[in-house]
Nanobody, 120 residues
Framework: QVQLVESGGGLVQPGGSLTLSCAAS????????MGWYRQAPGKQRELVADVNAGGAINYADSAKGRFTITRVNAQNTVYLQMNSLVPEDTAVYYC??????????????WGQGTQVTVSS
């Protein structure tokens, strides 16, 4: 059993910053990739940023230059530092992980989601 526990969402004014964190726990043999997705009302879930085991990072165009994803391998934790937030960043943010629970069994996991609201 694997769990992804997120924290750090909230209400912030335009131009402000927030940091989201996600910790993976449970039966984890090897983490392949961790990242963040978001889903705004009436829209599809979209990738924000992810990082693989080798440290390669992928950002959505909307996140480049404003968001920074970091991963602490020893803690199975990923952070998303979000700066210069705009109302269009308002969404539920979901942590995502691809991981192996055993040598041969892998799966995809999602966190419960954390609300980020950018508003004055």
């Amino acid at each position: 059993q694997v769990q992804l526990v997120e924290s750090g969402g909230g209400l912030v004014q335009p131009g402000g910053s927030l940091t989201l964190s996600c910790a993976a726990s449970g039966s984890i043999f090897r983490l392949v990739r961790m990242g963040w997705y978001r889903q705004a009302p009436g829209k599809q879930r979209e990738l924000v940023a992810d990082v693989n085991a080798g440290g390669a990072i992928n950002y959505a165009d909307s996140a480049k230059g404003r968001f920074t994803i970091t991963r602490v391998n020893a803690q199975n934790t990923v952070y998303l530092q979000m700066n210069s937030l705009v109302p269009e960043d308002t969404a539920v943010y979901y942590c995502n992980a691809y991981l192996y629970e055993t040598y041969s069994s892998w799966d995809e996991y999602w966190g419960q989601g954390t609300q980020v609201t950018v508003s004055s």
